[in-house]
């Protein structure tokens, strides 16, 4: 994976969202490489007045969710930057890679099993399909 300077990390908060972390935080030890970690809040395009309020107070709590995960890179000299965005995730995901001209997205798979563990998961599915560069999905 030379070439690599900016990677997106696609967090979730699932396990494999977890171990997708975990994977890129070894992979920075590695080499210079400049690390994005983004949630995405999908809500309704049109909230009125009484739900701002609750989206308000849940984009404080994902921005602290991803603060805390930015510490673990900071635990390892490393540095990542936060980004929470709203939106249809996979399509926020990508608009934001091509906008920031990003590398690689990384995300994590859907933590099923049986049958279901043959599908990716919408999100990871969406990326692998549209995105406009590589994705690595970590299961």
Same mark, same amino acid.
């Given at each position: @994976?030379?070439? *690599?300077? /900016? +990677?997106?990390?696609?967090?979730?908060?699932?396990?494999? #969202?977890? &171990?997708?972390?975990?994977?890129?935080?070894?992979?920075?030890?590695?080499?210079?490489?400049?690390?994005?970690?983004?949630?995405?809040?999908?809500?309704?395009?049109?909230?009125?007045?009484?739900?701002?309020?609750?989206?308000?107070?849940?984009?404080?709590?994902? @921005?602290?969710? *991803?603060? /805390? +995960?930015?510490?673990?890179?900071?635990?390892?000299?490393? #540095?990542? &930057?936060?980004?929470?965005?709203?939106?249809?995730?996979?399509?926020?995901?990508?608009?934001?890679?091509?906008?920031?001209?990003?590398?690689?997205?990384?995300?994590?798979?859907?933590?099923?099993?049986?049958?279901?563990?043959?599908?990716?998961?919408?999100?990871?599915?969406?990326?692998?399909?549209?995105?406009?560069?590589?994705?690595?999905?970590?299961?």
């Amino acid at each position: @994976m030379m070439g *690599l300077s /900016k +990677v997106l990390l696609a967090y979730d908060g699932s396990e494999n #969202s977890q &171990k997708a972390l975990e994977w890129l935080l070894n992979f920075a030890q590695q080499t210079t490489v400049q690390t994005i970690i983004i949630k995405v809040l999908e809500f309704p395009v049109d909230l009125d007045s009484v739900m701002e309020a609750g989206a308000k107070s849940l984009r404080k709590s994902l @921005m602290d969710q *991803l603060e /805390k +995960v930015a510490g673990t890179f900071t635990e390892k000299g490393l #540095s990542a &930057k936060k980004i929470v965005l709203e939106g249809e995730p996979a399509s926020q995901l990508i608009q934001y890679a091509k906008k920031e001209k990003v590398d690689l997205i990384i995300c994590g798979t859907r933590g099923l099993g049986g049958f279901e563990s043959l599908l990716l998961g919408s999100v990871a599915h969406k990326l692998v399909t549209h995105s406009p560069v590589p994705v690595l999905v970590i299961k």
